[in-house]
């Protein structure tokens, strides 16, 4: 999604096929005059497609994830690697462009039938289908599973709240199913029968079906449920299931004897095992990749900076995919954490940041074009402004020191910044934004901290933050779902500010803000939302709540042992992994 000019061509240009033919890679066919795939070929579409069945398809990751269980987690690697063993309500279909960002029954037998003018949504869930354990899945399950993952934030703090703050709620205020012990459970949704689910829903909400594509809604045995301890037992309503899971170690899947083709029209079951490694260096990874020893990075950010250079050398590498998708690199500014509780002050750091040096620090243009909206232009409702406009985007130093008198900080002052630390370009970024603070007077102290605990128990808890004068938080975000509020809710929001796993780093809580997205949601006209998405984003910049960095986009390395391999722009321009197989 790169242009220096940062034109309305953009947007079209984030879904089209042209996104393949990057100043670094070739356009064309998939193949080159040797037979093999060129380079950005699964940005274009899918490659090495084929139903051989065998071997063992190997992940590796550069730290372990917040959380493999469905209910409990909120990296978007997780939502894409869960299909597998997790098949929620709804989905994404593997496709490139635009084909992978459209909604899609999945437990569901279709997508849902709204009624009470929006207020409720109907699903009619697939017959025949089994859990890992052989026992019938039911929509009583489904429900469980949301009840356990939104409404028992004290035991699963990671994922998505939307349901929670959707919900009619019951009478009194449910407690969530460990302590509420009513059997019922959440009243506002309905189990008439096992194959039907009914949700009613406080305010109309339009994009109700990408919402249940999350992994919250995959079914959830409620005798099996042992709350925090569910993750070394989860029992699958994918094609996989769990052979062994060993926390920072490695998990081992295997085929799901009692899944049925029948009952699932996109999954293909094609590896013997699937192997997930956890605390791998990048650069091993890559090695690992390179060499054939592995076959996919789970996280998906892309090679390490020295191997993106041997890559790149001359001209890229057939091998390689060039993908975006739907993401910001940014970093929040704390709003409860003094100075940046003064807007001029804010505004300072926002024309400090060399948002080159940032950009060169991640790895140059071929990582991201430099951005200035919240909303990336792969998502509706972008709209191309800036309002800290700085020369050549390196940073005005003359602007920020007037502010920094504005705000009563004429000789700056001293704060903190975390990143995290099995990420080394954020880390990197973090150095280079330390640079140009330095330069308007501003001490900037790093703090790294684990990715797997970021969110739970650092950034993302705002009395720690406040409490450790963290002023400064990096952070990358992809759209929950592919729309305007699939990717702001979460990170402007006031009402999505929680105590631990909180996602609005920024705790901006804006009443305009807060209502665009509330009326948005409930309004059933898509031109109507998109402009209110618009709005939202104007109104964040103008709080200076977000810095934003770089539109993100990855480098790849794509073995050449793997078939089925797509770029997903759902999933961040990661491959898609719901059919990934080997040759």
Known sequence: MRRTSRAAAMVAAAVSIALAASACGDGGDDKDSGGSAK?????????????????????????????????????????????????SLTTFPPGAGQEGTKVVPDLAESLGTPSNDGKTWTYKIRKGLKFSDGTEITSADVKYAIERSNFSRE??????????????????????????????????????????????LKQPFADFDYLLASPQSAPVPRDKDTGADYVKNIVSSGSYKFESYEPDKQ??????????PKTDPMRKQLPDKIVVKFKVNQETIDQNLIAGNTHVDLV?????????????????????????GSRLVYM???????????????QAVQYAIDKVSAQTAVGGPIRGDIASTVLPP????????????TPDDKGDVK?????????????????????????????????????????????????QYPAGKYFTDYAGVPKFTEDKNIGLMMMQWGA??????????????????????????????????????????????ESAREKAYAEVDRKTMEEAAIVPLTYFKVLHYRSEKLTNVVSNPTWSGQYDYLNLGLK
């Open 39 to 87: 380079a950005n070929a699964a940005v274009e579409g899918v490659v090495n497609a084929s139903d051989k069945k065998g071997g063992t398809l190997v992940y590796e990751a550069s730290d372990t994830p917040d959380s493999l269980d469905p209910g409990n987690t909120y990296y978007g690697f997780v939502f894409n690697l869960s299909r597998i063993y997790a098949r």
């Open 155 to 200: 035991v699963h703090s990671h994922g998505p709240s939307y349901l929670r703050e959707y919900l009619i709620d019951n009478e009194g205020g449910y407690k969530g199913p460990y302590k509420d012990k009513d059997e019922e459970g959440l009243k506002s949704i309905e189990v008439p029968d096992d194959q039907t689910i009914v949700f009613n």
């Open 251 to 260: 998990a081992v899947l295997v085929r799901n004897e009692h899944w049925d």
């Open 300 to 324: 998906g950010n892309g090679v390490a900076s020295q191997t993106q250079s041997k890559l790149l050398a001359g001209k890229q590498d057939p091998n390689t995919d060039n993908a975006q």
């Open 332 to 346: 929040a500014i704390n709003m409860k954490v003094a100075p940046f509780d003064k807007l001029e002050c804010r």
């Open 378 to 389: 792969d998502v509706p409702g972008y709209q191309d402004f800036d309002l800290y406009e």
């Open 399 to 447: 602007k920020a020191k007037e502010l920094l008198k504005e705000c009563g900080q004429p000789n700056g002052f001293t704060t903190n910044i975390t990143a995290r630390n099995d990420r080394q370009g954020e880390v990197d970024m973090a150095t280079a934004i330390q640079a140009s603070l330095k330069k308007v007077g501003i001490k900037v102290n790093i703090q």
């Open 480 to 525: 929950d779902w592919p729309t305007g509020f699939g990717f702001l809710t979460q990170i402007v929001h006031g009402k999505m500010i929680g105590d631990s796993g909180n996602d609005n780093l920024s705790q901006l809580d804006n009443k305009e803000i807060n209502k665009l997205l509330d009326d948005a949601i409930a309004d059933t006209d």
